[in-house]
């Protein structure tokens, strides 16, 4: 069975320009959360989504989004960058919502902003 | 705040040993905790977990202690080997994973 796959996995961005990563699940897994890695931040919960609709979501500002398609593709928008946003964005997939659920991380997507 | 603690951002084990790694959380409603391991450019991966009804929970090489009275869990790895050297993660999960600031392990011959 295939694993989470994400693209792009490098990403060079300006300041103020906007970036969508996508995520790709492993099949039959319905839920796609996001998580952003920094060094000053650690892990940090995004969102979750689980069929289409965003079920949960962290403390970021509006300016990161997410949707999730019918196919549980699911992908990640940044709105007008900042330099903070300079991370690594990983995408996790699950088969469903309850709490033994295994989330399954794909390798990331390496974001620099400029 | 940061509800999940790793006080030990390294440690270094010889092979054959026994590793050792800690976390600490503030939030008593916590009852469901993850370990995951990460390797530089790759996502985490599921290790092991523990529910609160458990104080100790076993999967070969790896096991993992809890104790709910001190806010604690420990992760053991015996025998420590060479692969094993990565950044461990702790995790306790509500609604969503809260990942702990992480323990870089490295394990030398």
């Known amino acids: 069975k295939a694993g989470v796959t994400q693209t792009p996995r490098y990403l060079i961005k300006t300041r103020g320009q906007q970036v969508t990563l996508s995520c790709s699940p492993i099949?039959?897994?319905?839920?796609v959360s996001w998580y952003q890695q920094t060094p000053g931040q650690g892990l940090q919960f995004l969102f979750e989504?689980?069929?289409?609709?965003?079920?949960n979501k962290g403390n970021f500002p509006g300016r990161f989004s997410g949707r999730q398609f019918s196919n549980s593709r699911s992908e990640m928008n940044v709105s007008t960058l900042e330099l903070g946003d300079s991370a690594l964005y990983l995408c996790a997939s699950r088969y469903d919502l309850r709490t033994g659920s295994e989330q399954y991380f794909g390798p990331g997507t390496r974001l620099t902003v400029t | 705040d940061q509800q999940v603690k790793q006080n030990s951002p390294s440690l270094s084990v010889q092979e054959g040993r026994i590793s050792i790694l800690n976390c600490d959380y503030t939030n008593s409603m916590f009852d469901y905790f993850l370990w995951y391991k990460k390797y530089p450019a790759e996502g985490p991966t599921f290790l092991i977990s523990?529910?609160?009804?458990?104080d100790k929970n076993e999967d070969g090489r790896f096991t993992v202690f809890l104790n709910k009275s001190a806010k604690h869990l420990s992760l053991h790895i015996v025998p420590s080997q060479p692969g094993d050297s990565a950044v461990y993660f702790c995790a306790p999960y509500t609604d969503k994973l809260i990942f702990g600031t992480g323990t870089r392990l490295q394990v030398f011959p």
């Open positions: 099949s039959g897994h319905r839920s």
């Open positions: 989504y689980f069929s289409e609709t965003q079920r």
């Open positions: 523990i529910s609160s009804i458990k």
